[in-house]
Each structure stands twice: as structure tokens, then as C-alpha cells.
């Protein structure tokens, strides 16, 4: 009888220790939280002026931000299509002051961002009426775009672009 409680005892611990190791590998950070494995741009839109500035609602269709690969972007289309330009999933709210956006990149993960700006669609036709109102740059001369280096796995955050409808930047979309 000793043998066979032995042999069950033995048999338990056995049992306790395979569903150990099978359950701590799960477990391999402990407490800490999850990673944030997405890539992204992060930011707030400035609009100077504040909703005052904005130009008439019946010349606003849509407000993205876009990140360009290439500066100057040489067809807006080819490139939201060819995956070299990536954008907002949803329009930025119309007259405010400063609106948040994030931009998820997907793969294949661009090395470098040559061109970050907010787009304003001004007319219906959503491959032609594109007006750029504001451009990232770290000089704060928005003829000036400041390329952004990425790194798998990093959202790069507290990015900030300032619109001045009264002095809108170059325009690389027409």
C-alpha cells in the first residue's frame, strides 16, 4: 500500500512540475506590461489662430496627416497605393485648436520619413483637390521638411506640426 501511495504521490509531483514548465514560459516578463510592438507617428496638429482660422466649411472634405517616403512625393496617388505613404486612418476634427494623430506603419517599414505634413482635401476629388497646410520641421521654417529615422517597434511621439492658413508651405501636391 506504501508503494502504490509512493507511486501516486511520485506521479502527482510529476504532473505538477510538466504543467510548470509548460505554463512559465507564458510568464517570461513577470509583472511588467506588454511591449508595444507597433510603429508609428505620434503628434499634435497646431492650427494658429484657432478655429477663427480655419478657411470655410464648404471647402473642407478631409484633414490627414501623411507620412511620405519620398520628398517631394511625386504622384500622391502612386504612393498611397504603392505603400510608400502612410496616413491617418480618419480625418482630424475641423476647427480646432490642436488635434492629437497617430500613424500606423506597416510592414514592409519604411527606414526614413522624408515628409511629414497635414493635407487638407479642399475640393471633392479625392485624388486632386489636396492642399498641404502644415509641414514637420525641426527648424521651424515649414519650406524646410525634417526627415524622421524610424525604428521597428517605436512609436515616435510628441511630434508637433504647426498650420498657418495664412502662410500655408510649399505645395508639393499640385
Known sequence: MTTISSICRAFERCAILCVSFLLFPACDGGLEAPKDSRTGLAGTVRYLGGAEAWPPADSIFDVRVVAF???????????????????????????????????????????RIEYLVVALQNGPSATSDWLAVGVYTESGDHSEPSALRIQPGTIIDNLVINVDFANLPPQPFQ
Do not use: C, K, R, W
Open 69 to 111: 517616403q519620398n520628398y517631394p512625393p511625386e504622384n500622391i496617388l502612386v504612393e498611397l497605393l504603392g505603400g510608400t505613404a502612410f496616413f491617418t486612418p480618419d480625418s482630424l476634427p475641423y476647427f480646432a485648436q490642436e488635434s492629437e494623430f497617430l500613424i500606423e506603419l506597416n510592414d514592409p517599414l519604411p527606414e
